[in-house]
């Protein structure tokens, strides 16, 4: 593999208005003062494909990345084959996971209706006691379920929620407490 130079501002690659060097910093102070119609005429000269983007900042920064790779130079073939193997071989995440924040100590503040004061419960006071076993009859089907202290066990699978359960027996999201009928206090209802 050939061994690209390293660019110094004395040899630089030559800009389309003849300098020596591309100005990045201001061709994109420029661009910010363009609207998004323009920086939309220039993304289509530049990548040659339409901008199907109405967000100019997003616009801005792919002419810019363009720009310097017109300028300095792209990515080498064998670079693009790597991050495509690594692209294809990898399990993207379509959507950030969704992170519940528990307050310290496990005890939030609860309003009832009735009184308007605040209530402290802690979360284990919903789930019932390890060893009660919960049944549910769904769809003719008997679900049993025996609350362990690190999860609860159905048909000889340890689940780490009630909703896990529901959602297997189901293939859709359920609460798993009101799927089981407990009321807040790990009773039925």
Known sequence: MAKRDSITPDSGPESPSGTSELDIDAEVAAMQQQTV???????????????R??????????IAWRMQANAYGDLSQRARRRALELANDSDIRMKAPNIKRQPPGGVRKIKTAASKAAVSVSREDRKPIP???????YKGRKIVVTVLANGFECEEVVYASLSGIAKAVTGSHWNGYHFFGLNKKGRNS
């Open 131 to 137: 060893g009660t076993v919960l049944t549910r009859i």
């Open 37 to 51: 119609k323009q920086l939309q005429r220039q993304y289509e000269e530049l990548l040659n494909e339409e901008a």
């Open 53 to 62: 983007s109405g967000n100019k900042i997003w616009l801005i920064k792919r």
